[in-house]
């Protein structure tokens, strides 16, 4: 019988394993920073869901995404530069979470 907790424990094997591998090679190499590991391996995850059911989507699913992502680019173009003029940096990091 599998596990119920087996997904969480090889995502945080597999999150770890990132963190040690990327520690070990920092010091000898010019290695990207773990938030940018962590974004190309979240957007190649993407990709792939994307691919493998690519025939759920509906035309109105691959028009508003990029609508949407446009409201939100807007939004951000507009509040970011009051919130970095207040000097709010959780906010600032929760915008670009959300853009992420």
Known sequence: ???RYTTLMLLSAGIVAIIALRAL???RFAVPH????FDTLTVAGALLILLQGRRDLHGQDWVSAPA???LVGAVEMVVFPIIT???LIM???LLRSIRA
Do not use: E, P, S, W
């Open 1 to 3: 019988m599998k596990n």
């Open 25 to 27: 090679l920092a010091g």
């Open 34 to 37: 773990t938030f940018q590991i």
């Open 68 to 70: 949407l992502d446009a």
């Open 85 to 87: 003029l207040l000097n």
């Open 91 to 93: 906010a600032i990091a």
